[in-house]
T-cell receptor
């Protein structure tokens, strides 16, 4: 157990709909990352937040958005869903900088499997 | 742009034997981190080992060790005494220590340990 939680575990929805995926990082971790893993593919970085601020953006579609709240949990919003959005969505967290030392291992949650029908 | 290449889509190894998974990367950075993650059938991403580019000594974690060749931009993972529980997808990841530290992942190597 990495200490990162994601809800829900599974989500089945229809094309055109909107869903929200939730992530709670490990206690003390300030950075949250979102990744998409399509079937039999590697992980594609979507977006990173650090202590509430967007820090880095990858290949995230305009239909997708994310935010990190004051309690450091994060939500990934996916709208106008298409069949191709079906994937496993991972959240990861890391400490970032602590005491001047960089701790950058990313610890992954169990993922949310999204199926768009 | 950073790229990570895993040229072995699938590999197999007999239980108790040793296997090496390859990873190469392309970067102009001088300092960075490299990781190997394991993804078993449960789909959980599990950190196996990390290597800091400024350290010449190869990292080891129990049965897992790396061969880090900075000049060749190569970062292979050696699994000794393979166990059935090692059956998984293995992903190589690169962190170039920019403002954010997004990881660049390879496409993975599917390893099967044969009893």
């Amino acid at each position: 157990d990495s200490g990162v939680t994601q809800t829900p575990k599974h989500l089945i929805t229809a094309t055109g709909q909107r869903v929200t995926l939730r992530c709670s990082p490990r206690s003390g971790d300030l950075s949250v990352y979102w990744y998409q893993q399509s079937l039999d593919q590697g992980l594609q970085f979507l977006i990173q937040y650090y202590n509430g601020e967007e820090r880095a953006k990858g290949n995230i579609l305009e239909r997708f958005s994310a935010q990190q709240f004051p309690d450091l949990h994060s939500e990934l919003n996916l709208s106008s869903l298409e069949l191709g959005d079906s994937a496993l969505y991972f959240c990861a967290s890391s400490v970032g900088l602590a005491g001047g030392v960089r701790y950058n291992e990313q610890f992954f949650g169990p993922g949310t499997r999204l199926t768009v029908l | 742009a950073q790229t990570v290449t895993q040229s072995q889509p699938e590999m197999s190894v007999q239980e108790a034997e040793t296997v090496t998974l390859s990873c190469t990367y392309d970067t102009s950075e001088s300092n960075y981190y490299l990781f190997w993650y394991k993804q078993p059938p449960s789909r959980q991403m599990i950190l196996v080992i990390r290597q800091e580019a400024y350290k010449q000594q190869n990292a080891t974690e129990n049965r897992f060790s790396v061969n880090f060749q900075k000049a060749a931009k190569s970062f292979s993972l050696k699994i000794s005494d393979s166990q059935l529980g090692d059956t998984a997808m293995y992903f190589c990841a690169f962190d170039r220590l920019n403002t954010g530290n997004q990881f660049y992942f390879g496409t993975g190597t599917s390893l099967t340990v044969i009893p």
